[in-house]
């Protein structure tokens, strides 16, 4: 798919920088839908040729659409304009629902399945150090883009959710369906460079961060259900968080 060739107009008795200008017009055209999620974008040489403008402000241009999010750039494949952002919201809900209810396509890859014990995990659910829980690593796709990378244990109880539920649904939904419903979690959330593994799995160039998010979360009895670690995509996913004083 070859990239498309936008209309600009480059004032060069404005006051406005020329990389500027450059930005804000190819910044409307994905603002107005000409440029979708995933299309090529064209490369620096061939843009600063057709408008007659310098390689440093075609790049600048370019570097401050990356710095926004509007676009990523991915070694061998060029730069493309960026997925949409995830918003989500601080409330007590899966990325799969959340992905659904924006209109987007989500789908689940399972990496690992089966029975594990790990002592944070065990603590984390109130549970005994030795204890074999269900271990779940999934990568979870927005359309075509790796969004996250989560790794999820659940307690014994839960041992009979199957690898083809986890593809077709949200880890919340299965639960629910089990009669245990998730009402309160305690949850953290950081900033990390990426493992080599979160590295390849969600196409992340160097030095990109991932966003992180640990979750414990908790029934109406107070009993522990799920606990998880997540890594995101800094660049396609932020939370948002509404804030009182009491």
């Given at each position: ?23 804000e017009q190819l910044t409307a055209a994905i603002d107005d839908g000409r440029l979708q ?135 919340y939904a299965l639960l629910r369906r089990r009669g245990v419903k998730p009402v309160v ?37 107070g009993a522990a259900i799920e606990f998880g670690d997540h890594a995101y995509c800094a ?12």
């Open positions: 798919m070859s990239a498309l060739q936008l209309d600009v107009v480059i004032d060069r008795e404005s006051p406005v920088p020329l990389y500027h200008q450059l930005a999620p995933g299309d090529p974008f064209e490369n620096e040489i061939a843009l600063a040729g057709r408008l007659s403008l310098s390689r440093p402000t075609v790049r600048r241009a370019i570097q401050e659409m990356v710095d926004q999010g509007l676009l990523v750039r991915r070694r061998g494949r060029g730069t493309t304009v960026a997925n949409r952002k995830v918003h989500r919201k601080a409330r007590l809900s899966s990325l799969f629902d959340d992905l659904e209810a924006e209109g987007r396509e989500p789908r689940t890859e399972v990496i690992e399945m089966g029975p594990a014990t790990d002592d944070r995990a065990a603590a984390a659910l109130d549970l005994e150090p030795d204890t074999e829980m269900l271990s779940l690593v999934r990568v979870r796709w927005a359309g075509d883009q790796p969004l996250a990378i989560m790794h999820n244990w659940l307690p014994p109880a839960h041992a009979d959710i199957s690898r083809e539920e986890l593809q077709e649904q949200g880890l979690a305690r949850q953290s959330i950081g900033a990390r460079m990426p493992t080599a593994a979160e590295r390849r799995a969600l196409d992340l160039r160097s030095g990109q961060p991932v966003l992180t998010m640990t979750r414990m979360a908790f029934d109406a009895a660049s396609d996913y932020t939370i948002d968080l509404m804030l009182d004083e009491r």
